[in-house]
């Protein structure tokens, strides 16, 4: 049975000033950084269709986003729009026409997976997405071809506002806790995680602001 979710509510409306007050307290440093940056204004996006979400995923993988959005418009006009994109109908569509509109032979495969383990409930309906907690949703869309643990978090972050997630592996949240933290170096990936359990639990919040810190300017 997947676990249940937190019981903390999503972000960004359960970031109070009395939450920032008692980050700053536990880590100084970060609280100069929210000072620096201003208020919390992460935006999510709706989440309508867990299968649709990371299909888009998959062809957003190593493209510029205006050329992902075009493949991924050609994509959902050969399969259907909206409601219309499910795994049933991108398993009954030619693979010809999915490379036609501009799938590699990687994303293919990897979409045609997605949609093979969304009908077996690898990939759960959103009705259970939503109870599950984070670390059983890494673990099952992780089972995925193509679909790493980065790939989710941001899923967890963005789709469903999940309140603690620190994705170590994120060049942009290594990037900016050397800068607002003064390293001559980015942080590894173990180091940075130890390092957030002061965080806890609000690690996504301090993604945000993180990922805010490398647009600053810094003095050298």
């Known amino acids: 049975m997947p676990r249940s979710a937190p019981t903390a509510p999503r972000l960004p409306e ?3 000033p009395t939450v920032r007050r008692s980050l700053a307290r536990a880590d ?13 204004r992460m935006e999510l996006s709706p989440l309508h269709s867990p299968f ?32 219309k994109f499910t795994p049933q109908a991108l398993l009954a569509t030619a693979e010809s026409a999915l490379r036609e509109a501009g799938l590699s032979a990687n994303k293919l495969a ?28 890494i673990e099952h869309l992780t089972q995925v071809r193509g679909i790493g643990q980065w790939t989710v978090e941001m899923l967890l972050i963005f789709r469903l506002g999940r309140p603690d997630v620190l994705p170590v592996d994120d060049y942009g949240v290594r990037k ?20 957030g359990e002061r965080w806890r639990p609000w690690r996504t919040v301090v993604s945000w602001y993180l990922w805010r810190a490398t647009e600053l300017s810094w003095d050298t």
């Not at 100084?28 to 919390?40: D, E, Q, S, Y």
């Not at 259970?128 to 670390?135: E, L, S």
């Open 28 to 40: 100084p440093t970060l609280g100069a950084l929210m000072k620096r940056v201003g208020p919390f």
């Open 110 to 137: 990897a979409m045609q997976d997605l949609a093979r383990k969304s009908l077996d409930g690898t990939v759960p309906p959103l009705s259970k997405v939503r109870r599950m907690d984070d670390a059983a949703l």
């Open 14 to 16: 359960a970031f109070t």
């Open 52 to 83: 649709a979400a990371l299909a888009r995923s998959i062809v957003f993988q190593q493209l510029h986003g205006r050329a992902a959005t075009t493949i991924f418009e050609r994509v959902s006009a050969c399969v259907g729009a909206g409601r």
């Open 176 to 195: 900016g806790f050397m800068l607002a933290y003064g390293q001559p170096e980015m942080p590894r990936p173990k180091a940075l995680l130890e390092y």
